[in-house]
């Protein structure tokens, strides 16, 4: 059961990448999105509401929109269990 993935750089991970992900590894605790650049607002938030134990999160140099989207949804989720990486 995996609870650490890196996926950074991913070119072809999408929103589509991420559903399967979150279906596949419920347990998640840390993950490293950073390049992604494929993923939206709408695949983030699916993963983090089915990824209940997600305590670290690495979007570095994904899409700003998307992310600054659904950075809300995120951190009211978690309510500030996580650590968010995103510059």
């Known amino acids: 059961e995996l609870r650490?993935?890196?996926l950074s750089k991913g070119t072809k991970i999408t929103n589509e990448s991420l559903v399967a992900l979150a279906?596949?590894?419920p347990n998640l605790e840390k993950l490293n999105l950073?390049?992604?650049?494929k993923i939206s607002e709408h695949g983030l938030?699916?993963?983090t509401e089915h990824c209940n134990y997600l305590k670290?999160?690495?979007?570095c140099g994904?899409?700003?929109a998307a992310v600054d989207q659904a950075?809300?949804?995120i951190v009211s989720f978690f309510a500030n269990n996580i650590i968010i990486h995103h510059h």
């Open 4 to 6: 650490d993935v890196d």
């Open 23 to 25: 279906h596949g590894c």
């Open 34 to 37: 950073s390049g992604c650049t």
């Open 45 to 47: 938030i699916y993963l």
């Open 56 to 59: 670290n999160l690495n979007l």
């Open 62 to 64: 994904c899409n700003n």
């Open 71 to 73: 950075l809300l949804v």
